[in-house]
Nanobody, 114 residues
Framework: VQVVESGGGLVQAGGSLRLSCTASGSVFNLYALTWYRQNPGKQRESVAAITRSGSTNYADSVKGRFTISRDNAKNTVYLQMNSLKPEDTANYYC?????????WGRGTQVTVSS
């Protein structure tokens, strides 16, 4: 399974970005999907997650600003990020999980300038 993130870039504080994560394969609808972020020298942290049934969960630091969604027909999960802050700067990764299957993308960089 290939997992590819896109949509990162440089944005000013208060701006918005939408990240996309697309996976190959035919069982995308079975995966639980999670967006993580990480800065050099720091632990990777979970930002937002969505289950197979569409239930969502967010880190406290992004609640009310980020929205995760999925389109199973397109094998894609999205992360809409609004009201971005400099502390949101990180490499953002997508993770797919189903039973013992566990796949990660290589990430997309988000940089928020003050």
């Amino acid at each position: 399974v290939q997992v590819v993130e896109s949509g990162g870039g440089l944005v000013q504080a208060g701006g918005s970005l939408r990240l996309s994560c697309t996976a190959s394969g035919s069982v995308f609808n079975l995966y639980a999907l999670t967006w993580y972020r990480q800065n050099p020298g720091k632990q990777r942290e979970s930002v937002a997650a969505i289950t197979r049934s569409g239930s969502t969960n967010y880190a406290d630091s992004v609640k009310g600003r980020f929205t995760i969604s999925r389109d199973n027909a397109k094998n894609t999960v999205y992360l809409q990020m609004n009201s971005l802050k400099p502390e949101d700067t990180a490499n953002y990764y997508c993770r797919l999980q189903y039973l013992t299957l566990d796949y990660w993308g290589r990430g997309t960089q988000v940089t928020v300038s003050s």
